[in-house]
C-alpha cells in the first residue's frame, strides 16, 4: 500500500456522461497530482493542486476539472466522456524532497 | 520535440543479465531525476531519486546522470524475471511541488 488511495479502481461507463475520480493523499503530503495514462501516449500530467490551491495546469481538457478540498483529498471530475477517454487516471502526492507516490489508478472504460 | 524522450521498446533479456536504461531530456533546468517502475495495471513505483550529476546505487540498481550530456541512464545488475515491468523516466526542474515530466516507458521482460 503505497498511502495513496484512489476510488473506484474502475469504472465503465457510456458516452456523454459525468464521472468523478477521487484521491487521498499520504499523510502529510499538500500535493496532489493528477495524470492520465493511455497506450499511445505514456503518462499525461493534468492538473496539480497544493494545499488547495490550483498550481499547475498540463493538458487538461476543458470537459475535466478537479479541485482539493480542506482536507486534502481531491477529485477529478471528467464530463461530456468520449470514447478516447478511456485511460488510466493516477493520483500522486508528493512532500518536499522526495518524489511522487502514486496511488494504484483508476481504469476508466468509455462505451 | 518531447521534453524527455525514452525508447519504449519492448526489451528482453536473459535472467542474470546486466540492463541499462536511457533517457534524454531537452529542458537544461531539470534537476532532479527519477526512475519508476511499473508493473502492468498498477501504479508507478519510485525507485531512484538523484539530484543534479553523479551515480547512486542502492542495491542491484544504479542511476546515472549527465547532465553535460542531458542523458540519463537506470543500470539494474544480476536482472530478475521480478524485474520484468515498465520503466519510467521522470524528471523536474525543483523539489515536492513541482511537477514531473515522464519518459514514455521502457517496457522490459527479463527471460528465465
Known amino acids: 500500500d503505497s498511502g495513496v488511495t484512489q476510488t473506484p479502481k474502475h469504472l465503465i461507463t457510456a458516452t456523454g456522461q459525468r464521472v468523478t475520480l477521487r484521491c487521498s493523499p499520504r499523510s502529510g503530503d499538500l500535493s496532489v497530482y493528477w495524470y492520465q495514462q493511455s497506450l499511445d501516449q505514456g503518462l499525461q500530467f493534468l492538473i496539480q493542486y497544493y494545499n488547495g490551491e490550483e498550481r499547475a495546469k498540463g493538458n487538461i481538457l476543458e470537459r475535466f476539472s478537479a479541485q482539493q478540498f480542506p482536507d486534502l483529498h481531491s477529485e477529478l471530475n471528467l464530463s461530456s466522456l468520449e470514447l478516447g477517454d478511456s485511460a488510466l487516471y493516477f493520483c500522486a502526492s508528493s512532500a518536499t524532497g522526495d518524489g511522487y507516490t502514486f496511488g494504484s489508478g483508476t481504469r476508466l472504460t468509455v462505451v | 520535440q518531447k521534453e524527455v524522450e525514452q525508447d519504449p521498446g519492448p526489451l528482453s533479456v536473459p535472467e542474470g543479465a546486466i540492463v541499462s536504461l536511457n533517457c534524454t531530456y531537452s529542458?537544461?533546468?531539470?534537476?532532479?531525476f527519477m526512475w519508476y517502475r511499473q508493473y502492468s495495471r498498477k501504479g508507478p513505483e519510485l525507485l531512484m531519486y538523484?539530484?543534479?550529476?553523479g551515480n547512486k546505487e542502492d542495491g542491484r540498481f544504479t542511476a546515472q546522470v549527465d547532465k553535460s550530456s542531458k542523458y540519463i541512464s537506470l543500470f539494474i545488475r544480476d536482472s530478475q524475471p521480478s524485474d520484468s515491468a515498465t520503466y519510467l523516466c521522470a524528471m523536474s526542474v525543483g523539489t515536492g511541488a513541482q511537477k514531473l515530466v515522464f519518459g514514455q516507458g521502457t517496457r522490459l521482460t527479463i527471460n528465465p
Open positions: 529542458n537544461s533546468a531539470f534537476q532532479y
Open positions: 538523484t539530484y543534479s550529476s
